[in-house]
């Protein structure tokens, strides 16, 4: 077992390792844009804690172990939970709404598949203490945003209510192996089984109907909705209301739509009310962001206004996690590119000779965000000429009287002195 790494996790170097690196800087610059701070909580902490409303599945991937002392803990499955463990405990007391951003490596006991790993990576915001649409449509619309600048050509927005379904089980008044046929032929969108349902379950006629109806309440995930679209899915909603909790589920709908207007972003949300989250803790809105022809989730969020009164005073919440992974796969699938691993080269390799006016002249120039690599084993010109052909550098820079001369490398790859001012290529 030397040297080898457990099955589930991987080793990322070189541009891959720089790709995720730049994109959750560039994530979390944007959701610092918008007024979110940085959390960092810790990779792993008591398993009960972590386990707070978390459903069955996913307490099933929980990674635990003992500390010495016999407590159990676990790897963090996600973010969300010690985030709101951090606020229901030692910010309770502050203003509200807050407003966090955080990105880091999460732990599931999962089969491997596209774009995770049992440790794979997340970034994602967490807003708190604001229970009003507006707080769900920023956090869709900066989802939205996220999307966009990770350089996805197409991507979409899947957006439910898990209030409109849990007020449809609550008028159906199912026993418990009912209830969970229905939400498993829902949740997996499966004719057969919900065919199967409605043959086994004895219901009214308008019962009957509302359940026949949901999976024709959703927009096509194939394409951007828009507001025309998601309103014809909660008009049909609303004709199969059978209590005031699935009323109220719609209306809060209308609500953070006509929020979300103003964003922009409504060609990119469909709505789709067979949409029921898993993860056990969410209380309204739950979505799913999608890249059309990739083929998995590559984030999820909603409302989960319940969890933070595990850890302390009840505060509403809301907030969404990105797959970090599955962005840059969904990114190399648009725009059709495989990715092998290969060093990150610098602009140019340079020798100094030790002396301080080159040495500060290659600081100024890393300051201005050039990648420049200094010569470390006292190698002369001609094989530092030649390590430059080895690893693709085209330009090397020699300190030779009181000056830098650059040698570049012309189209055959042999190299000589440049005339003019030194440049870097990007």
Not at 404 to 412: C, L, S, T
Request: charged share 20%; aromatic share 10%.
């Amino acid at each position: 077992m030397q040297g080898q790494i457990p099955f589930g996790v991987a080793d990322y170097f070189w541009e891959e390792a720089l790709q995720r690196q730049e994109l959750i800087a560039d994530l979390l610059a944007t959701f610092r844009a918008w007024g979110y701070g940085d959390v960092m909580p810790p990779a792993f902490e008591y398993a009960a804690s972590l386990s707070a409303q978390a459903s069955a599945g996913l307490q099933a991937e929980m990674y635990r172990f003992l500390d010495r002392d016999g407590s159990t803990l676990a790897l963090r499955p996600e973010f969300t939970t010690p985030v709101a463990r951090l606020v229901g405990t030692r910010l309770h007391d502050w203003p509200m709404p807050q407003r966090f951003c955080y990105g880091g490596s999460v732990f599931r006991y999962v089969d491997p598949q596209a774009g995770r790993q049992r440790e794979f990576w997340q970034a994602g915001v967490e807003l708190f203490g604001a229970p009003s649409p507006d707080a769900d449509a920023e956090v869709l619309a900066l989802t939205a945003e996220a999307m966009a600048v990770t350089g996805l050509a197409d991507y979409r927005i899947v957006l439910g209510q898990m209030r409109y379904f849990g007020g449809l089980l609550a008028a159906l008044d199912l026993t418990p192996p009912q209830t969970e046929a229905l939400h498993w032929a829902i949740e997996r969108k499966s004719e057969p089984a919900l065919a199967d349902f409605l043959r086994e379950t004895p219901l009214r006629t308008g019962q009957r109907q509302a359940v026949e109806a949901l999976p024709g309440l959703s927009g096509d995930p194939s394409t951007g909705s828009g507001h025309r679209d998601i309103q014809r899915v909660i008009d049909q909603a609303e004709r199969h209301c059978l209590n005031t909790e699935m009323h109220r589920a719609l209306v809060n709908l209308r609500e953070i739509v006509d929020a979300l207007a103003g964003y922009g972003v409504l060609g990119y949300v469909v709505l789709d009310l067979t949409e029921i989250r898993s993860l056990g803790y969410y209380t309204g809105i739950s979505f799913e962001a999608l890249a059309p022809q990739s083929g998995f989730s590559i984030g999820s969020g909603g409302r989960y206004d319940d969890l933070v009164a595990h850890f302390g005073p009840a505060q509403p919440a809301v907030g969404v996690a990105l797959g970090v992974d599955r962005l840059l796969l969904a990114r190399q699938r648009q725009a059709g590119a495989t990715v092998t691993p290969q060093p990150v080269r610098p602009h140019a390799l340079v020798i100094t000779n030790r002396n301080p006016a080159a040495i500060a002249q290659v600081q100024g120039w890393r300051t201005e965000g050039y990648r420049l690599q200094v010569e470390v084993n006292g190698r002369g010109l001609s094989d530092v000429l030649a390590h430059a052909v080895q690893i693709g550098v085209g330009q090397v820079l020699a300190w030779e009287e009181g000056r830098f001369v650059a040698y570049r490398a012309n189209a055959d790859g042999l190299f000589a002195p440049s005339q003019g001012e030194i440049s870097f290529d990007e």
